[in-house]
């Protein structure tokens, strides 16, 4: 199995971590039983992952400064720059404008830090299609409560993860 494919397998099953079958203890089972199986692998990618992030730590630390200084404040209190709005107001498209601006700046500032973020990147990439999950992993096998199969299989998301698990085999109709 490749390590894509595990880390599909595990965004699946955490998403399914509080399904509506919650109340299955068989099923509660399996998928934390499972999550505990490939937890480990997971960890060692993340691990890879933030590395990863710490090349744009300070590139990435100019962008929220200039957000919290310039962004505007969502419902929630979070800073934001407006863009996708096609009839954002003047004001909005200034500040749009001005933050384009700024980015082009950093990726001027940080051009090689950029470039080797994407040269990491391309290689984590390549190695979680191609590498093989290094020990073997046998999953706990799933078998939902047939009753509240059809309603958990189209409730949404559900559905998708379902079927990401059922084609890896960890989950039998």
């Known amino acids: ?22 109340s299955n203890i068989k099923l509660r089972y399996g998928i934390k039983k499972n999550l505990s199986i490939i937890e480990p692998e997971i960890k ?9 992030k710490k090349i ?16 505007k404040t969502d419902a929630q ?4 720059i407006p863009f996708t709005a096609e009839n954002l107001s003047k ?8 933050f384009s601006k ?17 040269k ?6 390549k190695m979680l299609q191609e ?7 046998t999953f706990h096998k799933m078998a939902p409560n047939p009753e509240l199969w059809p309603a958990w299989t189209t409730k949404a998301p559900y559905g998708e993860q379902v079927d990401i698990l059922i084609e890896a085999g960890v989950i039998s109709e």
């Open 1 to 22: 199995m490749k390590k894509a494919q595990l880390s599909k397998i595990y965004r699946a099953l955490t998403a399914l971590k509080d399904s509506p079958e919650e």
């Open 91 to 98: 004001e909005d498209k200034a500040l749009a404008e001005e």
């Open 56 to 71: 744009l730590k300070d590139l990435l630390d100019e962008q929220e400064t200039f957000i919290k200084e310039k962004g």
């Open 77 to 80: 209190g979070n800073k934001y």
């Open 131 to 137: 590498t093989e999950v290094g020990t073997d992993i």
């Open 120 to 125: 990491k990147n391309e290689e984590y990439t």
């Open 44 to 52: 060692v990618l993340r691990e890879l992952e933030e590395e990863n």
């Open 102 to 118: 700024k980015l082009e700046e950093l990726n001027e500032k940080y051009k090689e830090q950029l470039e080797e973020y994407d």
